[in-house]
C-alpha cells in the first residue's frame, strides 16, 4: 500500500459518515448504497470529487488517485452479477480439513507432499548457489577494478 494514511481524527470524523461502512488507518470501504449513488451519478456526467462532497466526505482527505481508483472499482463491481455484494466463499479458504477415503490414500497423499517440498528444497538449495557464485564474481570484478 502507498504512504497516504489516515491520521486517528480522519478516521473519527469519517466514522460518522452515514455512507461509509468501516475505515482503518489504510483502508476504507464504502457502503453499497454509496456504491450505488457514486455509479449512478459519475454515468449522468457528474464528478467524481462533486460526488464525495455531496455525500460529506471531504476529496482532499482522500485524495483524487483513491477516489478515482474507487470510482473505477464500483463500475466493475457494478457490472457483476452479484453487483456490490461481497462474494462469500471467494478467496483462498482459511482451514481445509483434509479427508482420506484409506489409510494407503492418506499414506500416498504424504508422500508426494514429501517429494514434492524436497524438490522445493533442492530448487531454493540451487538458486541461493547461483546467488552465492554470482556474489562472489560481483565482488572480483569489484576487486579488480580497485
Do not use: C, W
Not at 476529496?59 to 470510482?71: D, E, F, P
Not at 455484494?85 to 504424504?110: C, D, H, I, M, W
Amino acid at each position: 500500500m502507498g504512504k497516504n494514511r489516515f491520521s486517528k481524527e480522519t478516521i473519527d470524523y469519517l466514522k460518522g459518515n452515514q455512507y461509509i461502512k468501516k475505515i482503518t488507518e489504510t483502508q476504507i470501504v464504502f457502503t453499497n448504497e454509496f456504491k450505488e449513488i457514486i455509479v449512478e451519478k459519475h454515468s449522468k456526467g457528474i464528478k467524481p470529487i462533486q460526488i464525495f462532497i455531496e455525500a460529506g466526505i471531504p476529496y482532499q482527505v482522500l485524495g483524487k488517485t483513491r477516489i478515482n481508483s474507487a470510482i473505477r472499482q464500483f463500475e466493475k463491481q457494478n457490472q457483476r452479477s452479484e453487483g456490490f455484494a461481497r462474494v462469500t466463499g471467494s478467496g483462498r479458504p482459511k482451514n481445509v480439513k483434509l479427508e482420506f477415503k484409506s489409510v494407503e490414500e492418506e499414506l500416498q497423499y504424504y508422500k508426494n507432499r514429501a517429494e514434492y517440498l524436497e524438490q522445493e528444497n533442492d530448487f531454493i538449495k540451487k538458486i541461493q548457489a547461483l546467488e552465492e557464485k554470482e556474489a562472489a564474481r560481483l565482488s572480483r570484478v569489484k576487486n579488480s577494478k580497485s
